[in-house]
């Protein structure tokens, strides 16, 4: 009895482990005899339909290859991304970010691009920005071709203007005509704040310290601008429309409830957002029927931050043929402007921008791609994400009103400089 | 003795009661939430049922991602884990209370 | 019907069978049993455990390359406040929710082990927290202890009592928070355990108790927790490790500009925090042995109490 018992279990294990090496490994193979699967890993479910219409027109131009549209949420991306760079076992094709850019290409993960670019016949990488080019790039070597570009701008709630008699805001607006008119729309006992200003860099205190003139980080990157007056100057204003005006809601206010969340129920007259949120604000009822973008109001000059993602390939992939093609596919004026119709985000190849403007006709996209003439590229180093949060722990009680940005700006210089000089 | 037992019962029965009640609540927020819009489900002060339960809320949750990948996924997991798990845990059981062999507390010690 | 297979082979005929010939056997087949699980343990517990430890003394960059560094991430995290702050919130947490859900646990374990009607449904509706997903739990309990959309602060309002309770925002009050949400989640999964022991108990020893005149609070000290006590202590071990684990609903209830974050951040929140989202998974790993000395320490302290205070020793 025991050894049947035996046997049996036995048996049940091998088995069991048979199959799941099976499904392990079948699961790519349901493309058919001969057909290469090559998989792009994205993080923006927003932005996947668009993905997924690229893949599609670049299938149907090459038959024999599969693509294969992964979504990651942001939070789990880079994890996984880098568990499968140790592990040789990256996707493909997958999108780089300029936080992570100096990470990934002096760690020898992705694949250089240049060639590829410079021998192509259907495009070239004199049809991106310069910069964006310059930032996926190391010494000769391109690692990342520019997929889009993004801007800030100052979304309004036009009934609650209406409302309140407050002309729309536009391009003459200064610091001073937003915080009047935030101060005339701010309703706190309808819990109606008159502007979202959040702890936030990108869309936040970042495009106020290049309107005052100051920086963020040096341009070799040593130096924090928390050493300036003007940077502080510039996030002590940013800080105040809460702390002192009262025409933002408190930090508490927002650890519970995004500055999305208050401006989708009619809880915030204006709000900062980025070009990529454009298709949050066309798919939610409320603010597809209510509201609207402007350009960001000027402090001592114009200025937005703008960041621009890239495709990029990994250094390990087996498929490295097909994957060469899909990225050079995905840099076409023909992709680009899939990308745009369906509204994904403001191509990076020139002239393709009206597409995306065209997708969201009913808003005032103009404005995005207007203000990259004063575009200041997001600030990034090879560690950005340990300096954003000593700057982020450092402001957090600033925003609360328990201290001043000149107070903590020292611990901020020596907190980001540490790390900066521990990058080298 | 009767009326006491039951009121003893009846004592026991609406402390479980308040027990489950408080227990259960999350999951019926959960449940009821999920039928509301967003301006429902952002009403000071909040609002308990929607007013129409939005099936379509449902729906575009179940569009966003590839659920019916995931539940096979995850059926896949636990039947393999039940099956694996039960039989090795078993195992070891049996031969650590029924059987003696050199090693054998240091391995439970050491397992634990 | 096993057991007589494995002492006495057929094959051999009686007397050419030694002591120490069976003893082989008996020690080859328990061998065989355990295995699966030792195999399973080294591999996925024991390694990594001491990978853990060998990264501890290193200082990890990007993709691996690693340079020794002897005791300095140990040196830096003892210097390091938010490490004691962290190490603070998370005894704590265990320090406060442990002991209030074993005690709410056994309360309702003891209710439930009467003969009452309806005892299944009772039991299956005090287990559904248990089998929600952490992640899932945390988005509902964040939801109701939102100050201004959240049930808890509208039904505290109905009650009469207006103040806003500020649950994940204020610093005094998030702890707390998440003590609750702990509780909740455990309470109906000890219970269940605690049920079991309790009905294991011999119905004679409390008419003999009834009999002697003993009333319902003398029997529980005296027969119910006595002999209950290898459950507790099975429940009280579980729950102290778990408990000094806590994660997820932090992690799920508190963002990252959430100014009350310090005051609940745990030692498996600053492991996470340092080694994925902030790279620096050497000084990353030295918090995490660090957490596994602590527990190993603790559970220690708990074997020996138990060693030594145990009444009487139920036979198997």
New interface residues.
Partial sequence: ???N?KKV?LA??LL?GLV?GA?GNGSDGEAGSGDVTITYSIWD?IQQPGMEAIAEAFEADNPGIDVKVEVTPWDQYW?KL?AG??GDSMPDVFWMHSNEIA?YA????LMDLSETYANSEVTSLDHFPEELVELYSADEAVYGIPKDYDTIGLWYNKTLFDAAGVAYPDETWTWDTMLEAAQKLNDPDN?VYGILA??NRQEGYHNFIFQNGGYVLSDDKTESGFRLDETIEAVQWYADLSVKHGVSPT???????TNL?FF????GAMGFFGSWMTGEMAN?D?TAANADVAPLPKGKQAATVFNGLANSVAASTENEEAALKFVEFLGTEEAMRLQGENGAAIPAYEGTEETFLKAYSQFNMQVYVDQMENAYIKPYSA?T??WE?VE?SAL??V??GTTTVKDVAADIVAGVEEVLANEK | MQTKMNKTTALIHIVLIIGSLLMVVPFLWMVLTSGKTISESTQIPPQIFPEVFQIENYKAVWNSLPFVSFYINTGLMIVFRVLTSTLFSAMAAFAVAKLDFPGKNTVFSASS | MMKSDVAIPKEKTVGTVTPAQRKRKMALWGWFFIAPTLIGLLILNVIPLFQSLYMSFQSVSTFGTSTFVGLDNYLKMLQDPEFWQSLKNTFFYAGIQVPITIILSLFFAVLMNTKIKAVGLYRTIFFLPMIAAPAAVAMVWRWLFNSEYGLLNAVLDKLGYSGNILWITDPEVAIWSIIIVGIWTNVGYNMILLLAGLKEIPKEYYEAAVVDGAGPLKQFFSITLPLLSPQLFFVSVTSVIGALQVFDIIFMMFDRTNLALKSTQSLVYMFFNESFVLNDKGYGSAIAISLVLIIMAITGIQLLAQKNGSPTTRSE
């Fill in positions: 009895m025991l050894k018992w279990s049940t294990v069991s799941l499904c479910k994890t880098e760079a140790k990470k002096t760690g020898g993960v819990g959040p702890l930090q508490s206010q927002f650890a519970e409830n969340s989708q129920s009619g809880r939610n409320y560690e994400a340990r949060d982020n957090m009680p925003f609360d």
